[in-house]
C-alpha cells in the first residue's frame, strides 16, 4: 500500500517536469502553429545556464535558497529572452511557409544549440548542486521521499495555475486565446500579431528553460538531454491534443503515473516469460501516444486543425528531356567505371552515398507523391540492417537470404506502423511516425541478449565473393540503382498517380472510389521495404550495426537529404543524399562542430532555396529554355 | 408527393443536425431517370448536406436514402459510388497537380480497377476515354492544361467530365454554375439536360440562379431550413405561396 502511494508521488514528480517541458511547446503551437524541434534544446539550455548561474552564486560558501531560487528563474528568462530573438531573426521569416520547413529550420536551430553547448560547457556530464534546505527526504508512510521531489509536485500545478491566471484573467492572455482559437480573427481585431507570436515564443521558450534548469538537482547537465526531452515533449503534446494547455497537464499526468508504476512493479511474469516492465519505460509513453491517437485523431482535448500544407501544387513529370536522360546515363556510367579510377577510401563513401541515396529515394516517395510526412524513417533503415544482421548473426543464414530478408523486416514493421499512421494526417501523422521510430530505437536499444542492446552487433560481413569493396560496391550500385529507378517508375504508374491523388484532394479521392488509406498503408510497406534495402546494405558494408541506425538523427538526415535536393524532384534525393554525405564526411575530419555547419545549412536552406537544389536548378533550367 | 417505384434516388425523412443547427428536417424526394432536378434554397438552407448524405460523406440521424433500390445509408463515398453516383462539388476538388485530362483518368482507373498496378504508366491509359469525357463537356481543347491555371468554370466542366466517368445512374451537382457568366451558365445547363437525357441519368443539382433552375429543371425541389417545402413542376413551384414568400419575401 504504501509502495503505490510512494510510486504514485514519485509520477507526480515525473508529471510536473513532463508538463514544465511540453506546456510551452503546445502554446507555442497553438498560437503560432510552428512545432517546435527546438524546444529540447531550451530545456538543455536551461540545465546548463541554470548550473553556471547557481554554481557561481555558490561559489563565495554557501548557496543560500535565494541564489538557487533566483538562478533557476535567471536561467529561464535567458532562454525566454534567446527564444525571442530566435523567433525575430527567424521564424517570423516562416511562418508562411509550409509546415516541413519550418520543422526543419527548427532542427537547424537544435544543432547549432547543441555545439555551442559543447563549445561553452565541454562534453563531460555537470552535476549541479543540491536545493538548499530540500536536500534530504522526509517520511511518508513509513518509507523515505525526497523532498526536492515533493517540491516538484507542488511547483508543475503552481505553474499551470499562473499560466492559467494570466491566459484567463489579463487582457494579453485573451490575445492569445484569440490567436489559438482564430488567427484570422485575431489579426482582425487588431491585434499586433507580430508582437504576440514574439511574446509567446519567448514564454514558451522560457517554460522550457524552467523545466530544465528545474532539475537542476535531480540529474547533470548532458549533452543528449535535448532529443530525448523533445521525444517526451512531443509525446505529452501529441496525447493531450496541440494547442491545449489542460491537455497537456492530463497526458503530463498519465504518462507521469504509468512511467512510474512501470518502474516500480518491475519484473511481472506473464504466460511464463518474465516481463521487466521498468524496461518498458522508454516505450510506454509510445505505446500510449498510438493509442489515443487511433481513438482520438487529435489528441485528448485538442480540436482538428484545419488541412495541413506540405508543400502542395508540385507538378510530377517524368524525367522526359533528352538532356536529362543524358545527364542520368552520364553520372550512372561515371559510377560504373568508379572502382578502376577512385582511391579506396573514395569507393567507401560512394557506397555510404548509394545507400543514403535509395533511403532518402524512399522518404522521398512518401513525403512528395503521396504527401506522407515521415519523422521516423530510419525505423525502416534499422529494421532493414538488424533483419540483415540477426538473420546472419542468429539464425545462420547466408548473406544472399539476409539481405532479401532484411527488406522484408522493414517492410513488416511498416504493415503495423502504417496501419497506425494512415489515420492521421499531417503534424500528427508525422509525431505518430516519430513515435514508432522511438519505440523501435527502445525495444533494439534495451534488448540486450538479442540485438546486442546500445554495442549493436558486430561481425556482420558479406559473402566471400563480396568481400572486396569493388566487389561490394557493385551490388550497392546494382540495388540502390534498381530500387531508385523503380521508385521512380511506380510514381507514374496508376498507382503513383492515386496516391498523387489523395495528396491533392482526400475528398475527390472519395467520390471517384479511390480507397485512399489502403493505398496509404501500401505506400508506407513499399517504402519502408526500400528503406530496409538500404539498411541491409549499409549493415553487409559496415559490418557492424548500433542501434544509432533506428535514431531520430538519422530520419532527420533523410528529410534534410530530401528537402535539400527537392522534395518533387526525381533526382532530389540523389543529390541531397550526395551532397550531405559528403559534406559530413569531409567536415567532420576537419572539425568538432560539424552539427553547427549542418544546422546552419539547414537554416540558409530554408530562408533561401524552399524548393531544395535541384528543385532550384529546375526551375531555373525552365526558365533558361523558356526565354 | 408520388414517388415511384423506378425512381433512381429515393430519399426519405433525412435527418441531420450539427450540434444545436438543424441542417436538414425529415427531407424527402426522389429522382427519375432521365429526370433533372432542381434542388433551391436559401444560402443555409441545408442542401449541400443533404448531397453530401446522399454521396455518404455524412452519416445521417435518421432516414433512407435508396439508390437504385439500395439502402444506402452507413456506406463509405467510395463504395456508394461504385453504385453509380457521380458527384461535383460546390468548392471545385480536383487534383491540382494533373491536367485536365490526367484528372479524368484517375476516375477512368478507378472505375475500371486499375489503380493497384505499380508498373504500367498511368499517362497510356484510357487516354481516348478521358478525351471524349472531356469533349462531351467543351474541355478538349485543355485537355494538356494544368489544373491548377484554369479558370473556375472551366474546373467545373472537369468536375463534370470526372463525374461522368463511371457511367454514374445518378448524377449529383452542386452549384455546377457557380462562376461561370450568365450565357455560359445556360449554355453550360443545356449541354448538361442533353447528357442527362441522352444517357438516361438520374440528375440532381442545387443552383442560385433561377433563370438556369427554371429554363432546365424537369422537376425543383424547394429546400428551406432543412425543410422541403415545395416539390414539383416548376410551374407548381413557381406558383406555390409558400415559395413565393421565402423567396420574395425576404426582399420585398
Ligand atoms: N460541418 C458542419 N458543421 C456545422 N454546421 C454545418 C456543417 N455543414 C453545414 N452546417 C450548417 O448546416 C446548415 C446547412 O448548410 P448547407 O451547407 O447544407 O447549406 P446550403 O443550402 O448548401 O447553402 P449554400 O447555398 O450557401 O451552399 C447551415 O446552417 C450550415 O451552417
Ligand atoms: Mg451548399
Known amino acids: 500500500m504504501s509502495s503505490l502511494v510512494i510510486q504514485f508521488l514519485n509520477g507526480l514528480a515525473g508529471a510536473s517536469t513532463l508538463f514544465l517541458v511540453a506546456v510551452g511547446l503546445s502554446l507555442i503551437f497553438g498560437v503560432t502553429r510552428i512545432v517546435n524541434f527546438a524546444h529540447g534544446s531550451f530545456y538543455m539550455l536551461g540545465i546548463y545556464v541554470a548550473y553556471s548561474i547557481i554554481s557561481r552564486a555558490g561559489a563565495g560558501g554557501g548557496l543560500g535558497p535565494a541564489g538557487f531560487w533566483g538562478g533557476i528563474l535567471v536561467a529561464a528568462m535567458v532562454v525566454g529572452a534567446l527564444g525571442a530573438l530566435i523567433e525575430i531573426l527567424l521564424l517570423r521569416r516562416i511562418y508562411h511557409a509550409p509546415e516541413m520547413f519550418q520543422l526543419l529550420a527548427t532542427f537547424g536551430i537544435v544543432l547549432v544549440i547543441k555545439d555551442y553547448v559543447l563549445w561553452a560547457w565541454g562534453p563531460e556530464d555537470l552535476l549541479g548542486p543540491r536545493a538548499p534546505g530540500l536536500g534530504g527526504s522526509v517520511e511518508i508512510l513509513g518509507r523515505p521521499f525526497p523532498e526536492y521531489d515533493l517540491a516538484l509536485v507542488f511547483i508543475g500545478p503552481l505553474v499551470l495555475g499562473l499560466l492559467w491566471l494570466l491566459l484567463n484573467r489579463t487582457r494579453w492572455g485573451t490575445l492569445v486565446r484569440a490567436a489559438t482559437q482564430d488567427r484570422e480573427m485575431a489579426g482582425a481585431l487588431g491585434v499586433n500579431q507580430k508582437w504576440l507570436f514574439t511574446a509567446v515564443f519567448a514564454l514558451g521558450s522560457a517554460l522550457a528553460g524552467l523545466g530544465g534548469a528545474l532539475q537542476i538537482p535531480r540529474e547533470p547537465a548532458q549533452l543528449f538531454l535535448d532529443m530525448g526531452v523533445i521525444a517526451d515533449a512531443f509525446v505529452v503534446v501529441v496525447v493531450g491534443g496541440m494547442g491545449s494547455i489542460p491537455g497537456a497537464a492530463l497526458a503530463a499526468f498519465i504518462i507521469g503515473e504509468i512511467k512510474a508504476y512501470c518502474v516500480g512493479i518491475g519484473q511481472v511474469g506473464f504466460l511464463g516469460y518474465s516481463v521487466s516492465l521498468s524496461k518498458l519505460t522508454l516505450v510506454a509513453e509510445f505505446i500510449v501516444m498510438a493509442i489515443v491517437l487511433v481513438m482520438r485523431p487529435w489528441g485528448l482535448l485538442g480540436r482538428q486543425q484545419g488541412a495541413q500544407r506540405i508543400a502542395a501544387g508540385a507538378r510530377e513529370r517524368p524525367a522526359a528531356g533528352r538532356a536529362m536522360q543524358i545527364a542520368v546515363l552520364a553520372v550512372a556510367g561515371a559510377l560504373a567505371v568508379m572502382p578502376f579510377v577512385a582511391q579506396p577510401y573514395t569507393i567507401v563513401l560512394l557506397i555510404d552515398i548509394l545507400v543514403y541515396a535509395l533511403f532518402a529515394a524512399s522518404l522521398q516517395f512518401l513525403m512528395g507523391p503521396a504527401g506522407l510526412v515521415s519523422f521516423g524513417h530510419a525505423a525502416y533503415f534499422g529494421l532493414g540492417a538488424y533483419g540483415a544482421a540477426l538473420l546472419v548473426k542468429k539464425a545462420g543464414l547466408p548473406m544472399e537470404f539476409a539481405l532479401a530478408g532484411g527488406p522484408l523486416a522493414a517492410a513488416l514493421g511498416a504493415v503495423v506502423f502504417g496501419w497506425f499512421c494512415v489515420r492521421l494526417s499531417g503534424v500528427y501523422l508525422a509525431m505518430l511516425t516519430l513515435a514508432f521510430a522511438q519505440i523501435a530505437w527502445s525495444i533494439v536499444y534495451q534488448w540486450d541478449q538479442f540485438t546486442g542492446g546500445s554495442n549493436g552487433l558486430v561481425g556482420v560481413w558479406p559473402a566471400p565473393w563480396l568481400a572486396s569493396k569493388t566487389a561490394f560496391y557493385y551490388l550497392a550500385f546494382t540495388l540502390c540503382g534498381c530500387g531508385i529507378w523503380l521508385l521512380r517508375r511506380i510514381v507514374y504508374s496508376p498507382y503513383g498517380c492515386a496516391l498523387r491523388a489523395g495528396r491533392d484532394s482526400p475528398l475527390r479521392c472519395d467520390a471517384i472510389g479511390i480507397d485512399l488509406a489502403r493505398l496509404q498503408w501500401a505506400a508506407f510497406v513499399l517504402v519502408g521495404t526500400f528503406a530496409g534495402l538500404a539498411g541491409a546494405i549499409y549493415a553487409f558494408s559496415k559490418g557492424s550495426i548500433s542501434p544509432e541506425t533506428l535514431g531520430i538523427p538519422l530520419s532527420v538526415d533523410a528529410l534534410v537529404m530530401v528537402l535539400l535536393g527537392g522534395i518533387h524532384t526525381a533526382s532530389g534525393p540523389v543529390v541531397g543524399a550526395a551532397v550531405l554525405t559528403w559534406l559530413q564526411d569531409t567536415v567532420v575530419r576537419n572539425t568538432d562542430y560539424w552539427r553547427a555547419l549542418l544546422g546552419a545549412i539547414i537554416i540558409a536552406l530554408v530562408l533561401v532555396f524552399p524548393q531544395g537544389i535541384a528543385g532550384f536548378a529546375r526551375r531555373r533550367w525552365a526558365r533558361s529554355e523558356a526565354a | ?252
Open chain 2, 1 to 252: 408527393m408520388t414517388i415511384l417505384r423506378g425512381s433512381v434516388l429515393v430519399v426519405s425523412a433525412l435527418a441531420k443536425s450539427f450540434g444545436g443547427v438543424q441542417a436538414v428536417r425529415e427531407a424527402s424526394f426522389a429522382v427519375e431517370a432521365g429526370q433533372l432536378v432542381a434542388m433551391i434554397g436559401p444560402n443555409g438552407a441545408g442542401k449541400t448536406t443533404c448531397f453530401n448524405m446522399v454521396n455518404g460523406q455524412l452519416r445521417p440521424d435518421s432516414g433512407s436514402v435508396r439508390i437504385g433500390g439500395v439502402e444506402v445509408v452507413g456506406r463509405a463515398p467510395r463504395q456508394i459510388w461504385r453504385l453509380g453516383v457521380g458527384r461535383t462539388f460546390q468548392i471545385t476538388a480536383t487534383f491540382a497537380s494533373m491536367t485536365v485530362r490526367e484528372n479524368v483518368q484517375m476516375a477512368l482507373l478507378s472505375y475500371h480497377h486499375r489503380l493497384a498496378s505499380w508498373w504500367l504508366r498511368a499517362a497510356h491509359l484510357y487516354r481516348e476515354e478521358a478525351h471524349a469525357l472531356l469533349a462531351r463537356v467543351g474541355m478538349a481543347d485543355q485537355a494538356e492544361r494544368p489544373c491548377s491555371v484554369l479558370a473556375y468554370g472551366d474546373l467545373k466542366r472537369v468536375e463534370l467530365a470526372m463525374a461522368l466517368a463511371n457511367a454514374p445512374q445518378l448524377l449529383l451537382m452542386d452549384e455546377p454554375t457557380a462562376g461561370m457568366a450568365p450565357a455560359e451558365r445556360i449554355e453550360l445547363m443545356a449541354l448538361t439536360a442533353d447528357i442527362v437525357r441522352e444517357r438516361r441519368i438520374a440528375a440532381l443539382f442545387t443552383e442560385h440562379d433561377m433563370d438556369v433552375v427554371f429554363a432546365h429543371a424537369d422537376r425543383i425541389v424547394v429546400l428551406n431550413r432543412g425543410s422541403v417545402i415545395a416539390e414539383g413542376v416548376p410551374d407548381e413551384v413557381r406558383a406555390n405561396a409558400q415559395v413565393r414568400q421565402v423567396y420574395l419575401g425576404s426582399r420585398h
